[in-house]
């Protein structure tokens, strides 16, 4: 990498750690504290209030990245860090379960993944491009990873609410993060000729990878549903969910690195693709069984299958949205990772509102073969996929 892309890379990392970091805190706890709230006792709209800033960010992923495309990519990064910001007071506030679910919806309306990933790509080229995007999607799992130690705590000391107004001064901080550390724009980009939404929309390889996103997310929050509860079943209390959690997590990081770079430099990025897919399919499986064995899950078992779960996941999150920023029409590249990212935000609402639906009316095993079928359905609309060829791009 030059050390523009480097400072790109580092800095746009930083900004979705911010705000993920944010997102993630509530996530292990949002069940058990959101129960507290008036409302809370259905399981369905619990998973709701969980999903539905998936669904916000559904609806304003597209007309933020096609306004980065005319507009600029900071400065819809900018206002849509406000919008999350805004979303998370009004969630710090929050008397019961109706104005928790509002502010989700505020949150996920600040929907800046596709300006975000835009502006990556556009400061890095095709040849570091995955590394890149791996940067991004380290520091998303990090986040995740470091939520797992910090929010049981955090939670016990100042509440739910008080991880929202955390999560509302991190977006600040974010702010201030692209207008003081982010590199200019490239200047080609004002130039540019602008695209479609209609030519992103009938590009075949682009839409495999929508779809992709899609599964993707939705069993990994549908999953989170279910596995907290698994966890205490196999005889670990919520605070020390943690110790599972990051040691999957951190090993993944080492299997990622150890594979994914130096496989894709010898050209077999589609067989590790494919591979990571199928992996969580079988991962799904095993989980279904546990969640049915006759003496509870096993905490051994749950261990080994998240490592499995991180391996194949972060392969995916760093992949995807390299492929998809690399087979994108440049002048259509915000539009392009817009829709990509609406079939990820899509993903979150679909597994958190319908995996509490699931839990509720059939418990974790169907939920969990739910998401195995998802998954090998994924893999036969993957199945046909090529990597892409390298292209220059900005080298400065």
């Not at 004002?190 to 899609?214: K, M, N, Q, T, W």
């Not at 009316?361 to 046909?384: K, R, S, T």
Request: hydrophobic share 60%; glycine share 12%; charged share 10%.
């Amino acid at each position: 990498m030059t050390a523009t892309e480097r400072r790109a890379s580092v800095a746009l990392a930083s900004i979705f750690a911010l705000r993920m970091l944010g997102l993630f805190l509530v996530l292990p706890v949002f069940a058990l504290e959101a129960a507290r709230y008036p409302g809370g006792d259905d399981p369905a709209r619990v998973g709701l209030a969980m999903g539905i800033y998936g669904l916000t960010q559904a609806l304003f992923q597209i007309p933020f990245g096609m306004a980065s495309d005319r507009l600029g990519r900071k400065k819809v990064i900018v206002f849509g860090l406000l919008v999350f910001a805004l979303g998370s007071f009004v969630a710090t506030w929050a008397p019961d379960l109706n104005w928790l679910i509002l502010g989700r919806s505020l949150q996920g309306a600040g929907a800046i993944s596709a300006a975000v990933t835009a502006l990556l790509a556009d400061s890095t080229r095709d040849e570091v491009r995955t590394k890149a995007m791996a940067m991004v999607g380290a520091s998303i799992a990090l986040m995740f990873a470091l939520s797992l130690v910090l929010a049981p705590a955090l939670a016990a000391r100042i509440g739910l609410g008080g991880l929202f107004a955390f999560t509302g001064a991190l977006a600040l901080l974010g702010i201030g993060a692209v207008i003081w550390w982010v590199p200019p724009e490239p200047l080609q980009l004002a130039h540019r000729s602008r695209g479609s939404l209609a030519e992103v929309i009938r590009h075949g390889p682009l839409l495999r990878l929508d779809f992709g996103v899609f599964v993707l997310h939705a069993v990994q929050l549908a999953m989170w549903v279910a596995l907290p509860a698994l966890l205490v079943q196999a005889g670990l209390e919520k605070s020390l969910h943690w110790q599972v959690y990051l040691p999957a997590v951190l090993l993944s990081f080492v299997v990622m690195g150890f594979s994914l770079f130096p496989l894709e430099k010898r050209g077999y990025l589609r067989a590790v693709f494919l591979a990571a897919v199928g992996l969580i399919a079988l991962v799904q499986v095993g989980l279904m069984v546990l969640a049915g064995a006759s003496g509870g899950p096993s905490l051994a078992g749950l261990g080994v299958l998240l490592f499995l779960f991180f391996c194949g996941f972060n392969v995916l999150e760093a992949t995807q949205p390299s492929l998809a920023s690399r087979i994108a029409p440049a002048h259509s590249r915000g539009a392009a990772l817009g829709v990509f990212n609406t079939l990820q935000s899509l993903g979150f609402f679909a597994g958190g509102a319908l995996g509490g639906l699931l839990v509720k009316v059939a418990g974790p095993e169907v939920l969990f073969a739910a998401c195995g079928g998802l998954m090998i359905v994924w893999l036969v609309v993957a199945w046909p996929m090529q990597a892409p060829g390298r292209q220059s791009g900005p080298a400065s």
